[in-house]
């Protein structure tokens, strides 16, 4: 059973490496609705421990003060592992997404905890809301609410835990691609694309909220124009923009090429792209027949991966308002192979990702220190702009 912190698992993340030139983007309307430029909010320097890493990388999004990094490097250091411990302590210190607590579950209480917390500490808080009814096809991270009634009712509790404060939403992992892929029984792909619109409604009600709806990875759906349709129906045009590679291992270069040509068709719409574990891109078996599709080797727990850039709004796009750590470094992906049950924390992997050395360039580089913009919310259509919360924090 899924535990409710972890990214997603999913054999549908067939790892297969996109490239192509960035372009120079433009914000243009997207389906009839305006989508607001990036504005840079003035903050105070950020509290220590709050969104900054050993190695001085600072962000503005909330990092868990004593989350399971930190506590696997403490257990190390008691035992003799310093080096190993200092290695953990790279994550320590890194702001990555917190799921929402979901299936049958209350997420209020957990979920005002957080934002609390990151309001306190200066930092915008990533929630993913991953909940809808069939999530994941039946695969490793199956579940989810019971049906379109229970989802309803699930919404409203989260958007209440959230209130008036700052958060980001990651929404729905994989739901649009799944949707898309075909993988859905009948009446779950009919109440789809309402659930996921309400969805964005939902929490665009809230005035600190951003929202990115989940639009896959690079090498899943082909067919962007069949997932351009996908996320209008499912409500794109009322959210913040979309979001990319959650959860996968695509390189940030390959998910850039294949999400500003996924923008061009979005009139312009902003993304967000999951850098948690893509520093060394994905993972090709050695010995693989080039004309047989890959197992779950590609997504599930693959060896030799390395963390990607830490998270930032310093992206050099403007239209992708942030690389952020949606996937949460170390959780397993699922019980592959003898791996720990998905989501369940896995030291020696986690330890894996962090001393595992990413190309140059590819999430080693700094982020200019002048980029210090922080997206607000874009306001749903009608409503009055809603100014951005006083406290937020810069880079």
């Known amino acids: 059973m899924l535990q409710r ?25 997207c389906a009839g609705v305006a989508l607001l430029p990036r504005p840079a909010l003035p903050a105070p320097g950020p509290p220590a421990g709050a969104g900054a890493g050993d ?72 929630l993913v809301a991953y ?16 049906d379109a009634t229970a989802y309803r009712a699930w919404l409203a509790r989260a958007a209440e835990g959230i209130g008036v404060h700052r958060a980001w939403v990651v929404l729905e992992p994989d739901a649009v691609a799944h949707w898309v892929s075909g993988c859905l029984p009948a009446e779950a792909a009919r109440e789809r694309p309402a659930l996921l619109a309400e969805a964005v409604r939902t929490f665009k009600a809230r005035p600190g909220v951003s929202v990115y709806l989940d639009a896959g990875n690079p090498g899943w ?19 913040d923009g979309f ?52 197992g779950d080797e590609a997504w599930c727990n693959p060896p030799g991966r390395a963390l990607g850039t830490p998270p930032t709004t310093a992206t050099g796009d403007p239209r992708v308002d942030a690389f952020l750590w949606v996937k949460r470094p170390g959780e397993s992906d699922g019980a592959c192979r003898g791996a720990p049950p998905a989501g369940q924390w896995w030291g020696e992997y986690a330890l894996g990702l962090a001393t595992a050395a990413p190309p140059a360039g590819e999430s080693a580089a700094r982020p200019p220190a002048e980029s210090t913009a922080v997206p607000a919310p874009q306001p749903a259509p009608g409503a009055a702009p809603v100014p951005a919360p006083t406290g937020t924090p810069r880079l």
């Open 5 to 29: 912190s972890r990214g997603p698992a999913r054999r549908s993340r067939v790892a297969r490496l996109t490239t192509g030139a960035r372009r120079g983007a433009v914000v243009l309307a």
């Open 55 to 126: 190695d001085g990388w600072v962000s503005p999004f909330w990092a868990e003060p004593l989350g399971r990094p930190a506590r696997q490097a403490r257990v190390w250091e008691e035992r003799g592992r310093e080096d190993d411990a200092e290695a953990l302590r790279r994550l320590a210190g890194r702001p990555t997404a917190v799921w929402m607590p979901g299936d049958g579950d209350d997420p209020r209480e957990r979920v005002a905890r957080v934002v609390e917390d990151a309001e306190r500490a200066g930092r915008i808080p990533v």
């Open 131 to 146: 909940n809808v009814p069939h999530r994941d096809c039946g695969q490793y991270s199956s579940g989810g609410a019971r």
């Open 221 to 239: 759906i082909a067919d962007q124009g069949a997932l351009a349709e996908a996320l209008r129906r499912a409500g794109v045009a009322e959210a």
């Open 243 to 294: 979001a990319l590679n959650v959860s996968n291992f695509h390189t940030t270069a390959g998910t850039l090429a294949y999400g500003d040509r996924l923008s061009d068709r979005l009139g312009g719409a902003h993304y967000v792209i999951d850098t948690s574990r893509n520093g060394n891109g994905p993972y090709v078996p050695p010995s693989r027949d080039p004309g047989k599709p890959p």
